[in-house]
Structures are given as structure tokens and as C-alpha cells.
């Protein structure tokens, strides 16, 4: 999926073609088979690509599919299965039947952008060099229109239907809760039920990250309090940072990554860090920056050409529809207000990959999204309160759009909440109750 051209190393001679084949064992207790999806809906003569999919072999599983679905943009299924699959209570896998599948422009087949990978990696907030983007771009060719978030929701369509099933199960973290959403909004009679984790909400969100660096000041002060050796206050000094020259964007890459659940859910240390570089030491600062970051990660972990892609085709940025884009975010970041970025700046909002990096991206399909604007399906919101990654706020906006949603907040946890105990316990109820 490099360009077009490279297309052949994917494509097939019938894109019509919309089952899974080359059915073979893969890991214990799963098949592992390939789904041929078209690459542009409209064009039934046109390439096509092949999307692998793993599924565990209890087909009779007494309460069908449960369909686990990936983050990013740009993470793959099949090769996560092993870690996302400890993250499933063992009640829920055994009466369900787990599948994953690697959405389009992920995997080892996925789209490559060596630059892009190394300089910014899976992150949402540094900021991209323009070479990277441009070599990118060109790189997938004609074809980077089509990898929004409604072509992933059509593939999930196909593969529902190759399952030969009547209803999914879909649980989505991250980006992945946002694509489960926008599944049940234009297929909500296939859904049985719907668990999103650490929410991205389906009316989408602002480019610039103004929700994000709102919610940043409540989050360290709250993981202050949870901290006895705790005696600064974080937020202050984190806009002190960048007041005086380091790089907002950094920042919020680095204590976004922190809030991982894996890494540092609650951000315990975080508070002594960023005071400790107030005052003139900024080792631990550094070393912090060189540990949490997302720059590096290989695109069979995390496609950041792919990421690029479908953030640029999902997202209505302030060049919207008007031909000079510089023109139009130089409007829009005038129009800002500084109170509303605390502790952050102008030159973050500006600064992030979502703004740099579609600004220079060319114009291409947009993502077009269901008229229905609440769920229907049967829902379960969970919320990790330390979460930097993704707003409290987005998910009690994601309740408050659907009929039938529960919203669990887990105290002290961060971002992808089934990685806790407490969020799978909260996942086994929902499912098997």
C-alpha cells in the first residue's frame, strides 16, 4: 500500500470477492483467514486489499461474536491478539467467540512511511517535519482517500457478513471506540452490544487539542492529591515550561504516553519532575521525554502513515472547504482564547501533527459520517479518571448521545482501561449479565 502502484503486492484479480479465504490454524485455538475488501466502494472493478483476521474456533460460542477492535489510528488486530486477549475476562471469552482483524493500511502489509514512522511515530501531538509528510503522501499514491474511518466501518460490514453472523459485539479502546460507535450508528440492527473504552466521541473532536489540554490541569492535580510526596503544583509549573521555551507539544506527548495504564497510571513522580525542571534540573524532565514517547514505533505496531490518512480524511479542520489554508488556521488561531489552553499555548494548538501535518496533506476524499447522531445499541462507556490521552468529557458526551449507555469511571486509571482489573470486571458484567 506504499502508492498505488504497490497496490498489486495486495491486490486481487476479483475485489468482489467477500469472503475470508486461506482458512489455516494460527495461534491456539484460533483461525487465521483473509478478508478482500475494495479499496474504493464505488469501483467494483478496482484493487482491492487484503485484510488478515484471526478467530477463535469456538464458532458455536453461545452468545456469538465479540469483535475487539484497535486504536491508533493505525494499530493492527491480529498481531495484538496475544496482549489485548489478557485484557478479556476468561468468562467473557469463553462465552463469546473473540475475532480481531488488521484494519485497512495496518499489519505487515500495512502503509510504510519510513520518515513519518521514525520522526513522529503513533504520536497525536508532535509536531511532524514537512518532508516526512510530503514523502508520505506521496507514497500511497492516488489512493489516500480511502482510508477513513467509514471504509474501516463498511470492511467490519463485510466481515460481519463472512462471519455469517446476524449481530456483533464490538469493543473498541481509543480510536477504536470511535469506529465501534460509527458501526452502530449507520448498522445499529447488526450491533448486540457496544463497550467503549476510553472514548473518542462520534461527533468527532477539534484538531487543535483544545479539549485535551483543558482537561490537563484537573488530571495533575488530581494525581497530585493521590500522591502523599506530592507538595508542588504541577499544573503551574507545567505552564511555566512552556512559557519559557519548552516545546508544548512535547509535553503533551510525554504525559499523554504517561497516562498509559501500563506505563504510569497515576502519574506518580510527574509533579516532582516538572517542578524539578522549573527550578533549573531538568535531567529528569529529559529522561522523561526519552521514555515516554510514541517516535519510533515500527508500522507493523503503529501505522503513522495510516494515522495520517484516516486523522486527515476524519477530522474538519479550519481550512475546511476554503482554498488557502494558511490563511484559514492563521484566522482560527487568532480566534483562540488563551484561558481555554491553560496550561498549554497558541503554538501548541498550532504546533500539534493533526494541524501540521493534514495542513500540508493533500486534498483528498472526506469522510462522510450517518445522518443519526445517538446510539442505539446497548452501551457500555468505561473512563480511566487519569486518562490524557482522551477527556473524562468525551465520554459523558458520548453518554448523554445514546439511548442505553452506562459510563463507568475508573478512579486513578489511565488511558485503555481494560488493561485494569477493575475495567475487565466492569466489561464481564456488562456482557454476560
Known amino acids: 500500500m506504499r502508492t498505488i502502484r504497490l497496490l498489486c503486492a495486495l491486490v486481487l ?7 475470508p479465504a486461506d482458512n489455516k490454524p494460527c495461534a491456539a485455538g484460533f483461525t487465521c483467514t483473509t478478508l478482500h ?78 520518515s513519518l514512522q521514525e520522526t513522529v511515530g503513533g504520536s497525536d501531538f508532535l509536531t511532524p517535519p514537512t518532508t516526512a509528510v510530503d514523502e508520505c503522501a506521496q507514497r500511497i499514491g492516488t489512493g489516500l482517500g480511502y482510508y477513513g474511518t467509514p471504509d474501516t466501518v463498511d470492511d467490519i460490514e463485510q466481515l460481519r457478513q463472512s462471519l455469517k453472523v446476524d449481530r456483533l459485539t464490538l469493543d473498541g479502546t481509543s480510536y477504536g471506540s470511535f469506529t465501534a460507535a460509527q458501526y452502530g450508528l449507520k448498522y445499529p440492527d447488526q450491533v448486540q452490544t457496544l463497550v467503549l473504552d476510553s472514548v473518542v466521541p462520534h461527533k468527532g473532536f477539534d484538531p487543535m487539542g483544545m479539549d485535551l489540554m483543558a482537561a490537563t ?68 524532565l529529559k529522561e522523561l521525554f526519552q521514555q515516554m514517547t510514541s517516535k519510533g514505533l515500527t508500522y507493523g505496531t503503529l501505522s503513522a502513515g495510516l494515522h495520517m490518512a484516516t486523522l486527515c480524511s476524519d477530522l474538519h479542520f479550519p481550512w475546511s472547504g476554503k482554498p488557502d489554508r494558511a490563511t484559514a488556521l492563521d484566522d482560527a488561531v487568532r480566534r483562540l482564547d488563551p484561558k481555554q489552553l491553560y496550561p498549554y499555548d497558541m503554538a501548541t494548538a498550532r504546533g500539534q501533527l493533526m494541524i501540521q501535518g493534514c495542513l500540508r496533506w493533500p486534498a483528498a476524499r472526506v469522510s462522510t459520517y450517518p445522518a443519526a447522531q445517538q446510539l442505539l445499541p446497548r452501551t457500555l ?53
Open 13 to 19: 484479480a476479483c475485489s468482489a470477492c467477500s469472503a
Open 37 to 114: 475488501v475494495p479499496l474504493d466502494r464505488q469501483r467494483a472493478d478496482g484493487p482491492s486489499l487484503d485484510l488478515a483476521v484471526i478467530a477463535a474456533d469456538n464458532v458455536d460460542a453461545p452468545r456469538g461474536v465479540l469483535l475487539l477492535l484497535t486504536g491508533g489510528p493505525g494499530q493492527p488486530g491480529v498481531p495484538l491478539l496475544p496482549s489485548l486477549q489478557r485484557n478479556v475476562h476468561p468468562d467473557v471469552l469463553r462465552d463469546y467467540r473473540l475475532v480481531m482483524f488488521d484494519q485497512r493500511g495496518t499489519g505487515s502489509n500495512g502503509i510504510n512511511c519510513a
Open 217 to 284: 490541569g484537573p488530571v495533575l492535580k488530581a494525581a497530585c492529591r493521590q500522591d502523599p510526596a506530592c507538595t508542588t503544583d504541577p499544573v503551574a509549573d507545567l505552564a511555566w515550561l512552556v512559557q519559557h521555551g519548552v516545546s508544548g507539544t512535547d509535553l503533551m506527548e510525554t504525559l499523554s504516553v504517561a497516562s498509559l495504564n501500563s506505563v504510569n497510571p497515576t502519574l506518580k513522580g510527574i509533579p516532582a519532575i516538572l517542578h524539578a525542571a522549573r527550578t533549573g534540573d531538568d535531567t529528569g
Open 381 to 433: 462507556i468505561l473512563h480511566g479518571s487519569n486518562d490524557l490521552f482522551c477527556p473524562l468529557d468525551w465520554s459523558r458526551w458520548e453518554q448523554a448521545h445514546s439511548r442505553n449507555a452506562e459510563l463507568v469511571v475508573i478512579p486513578g486509571s489511565g488511558h485503555s482501561v481494560q488493561r485494569d482489573a477493575r475495567g475487565q470486571e466492569a466489561v464481564r458484567e456488562f456482557l454476560l449479565h
